[in-house]
C-alpha cells in the first residue's frame, strides 16, 4: 500500500499542527478492522443457514450506515473547514480544480 505524503498527513498521525485528526485516524482503522472481521465471517459461516445468512446482512447493514454517517459528517463538517482553512496554501491551478470538482459534488458553491 502507498501512502501518499500529502501537507498536513505527519502532523496528523503526531498530533503537531494545527488540526488533530486523530479521531478520524482511528475512525477509519476501526472500519478496516471491522470490514475484515465482517468478510471473515461470512466466509466462514454457512450461508445456505438462512439465520447464518440474516447475521451476516446484518453486519454489512450496520457496517454500509456506520461509514455513509462517516463519510457524511465528513462531507457537511470536516473538509469545508479544513479546505477553508487550508486551501490559501495550494497552487492556484489546485484550488481551481479543488471549487471545480466540489460543487458538482455537493450541488453546491464552496463557502471558502
Known amino acids: 500500500m502507498t501512502t ?6 505527519d ?7 494545527d488540526a488533530d485528526l486523530t479521531i478520524m485516524l482511528a475512525a477509519h ?3 478496516r478492522r471491522d470490514l475484515a472481521r465482517l468478510v471473515r465471517a461470512a466466509a466462514a459461516a454457512d450461508l445456505a443457514d438462512p439465520a447464518k445468512r440474516q447475521s451476516v446482512a446484518a453486519g454489512w447493514d450496520l457496517f454500509k450506515r456506520e461509514l455513509h ?6 462531507d457537511e463538517l470536516i473538509w469545508p473547514a479544513l479546505a477553508a482553512a487550508t ?9 481551481l480544480l ?4 466540489w460543487k458538482p459534488r455537493f450541488n453546491k458553491t464552496p463557502r471558502w
Open 11 to 17: 502532523a496528523a498521525r503526531h498530533r503537531t499542527g
Open 4 to 9: 501518499q505524503k500529502l501537507p498536513g498527513t
Open 98 to 101: 479543488y471549487r471545480a470538482l
Open 69 to 74: 454517517l462517516h463519510h457524511t459528517a465528513e
Open 29 to 31: 482503522q476501526a472500519f
Open 87 to 95: 486551501l490559501g496554501q495550494l497552487p492556484p491551478p489546485l484550488r
